[in-house]
């Protein structure tokens, strides 16, 4: 007798019949139950750090202006070297690495 592998077997058809009607008749918290619990879990995370402690402090940092012998690369925008320029076109500079 030739048997088709490709069918699913019975066992798993009833298994997952049956987990389909176990999750239709589950009680599942409505959508607006849901909505509020994540925002009410987004404006807790404005001010908690990984650790759990609440932060009252100003982030301070130092800004240095880019140097006249550095350009920014207008395909990846990092801060490099003039010697890093590849090419230049239409008024903007192209890093090595972006040419490749």
Do not use: W
């Not at 019975?10 to 997952?16: A, G, H």
């Not at 607006?32 to 990984?50: K, Q």
């Amino acid at each position: 007798m030739a048997t088709d592998y490709d069918e699913v077997r019975s066992e798993v058809k009833e298994s997952q019949n049956k987990s389909l009607e176990e999750l239709q008749s589950a009680n599942a918290p409505d959508a607006s139950s849901v909505v509020r619990e994540l925002d009410g879990a987004d404006a807790m995370d404005d001010a908690v750090v990984p650790g759990g402690e609440f932060v009252a402090e100003e982030l301070v940092v130092q800004i240095i202006p880019q140097a006249a012998d550095e350009f920014t690369c207008y395909s990846c925008f990092l801060v490099r070297h003039r010697s890093q320029i590849a090419r230049e076109q239409n008024g903007h500079a192209y890093c090595v690495e972006c040419e490749g």
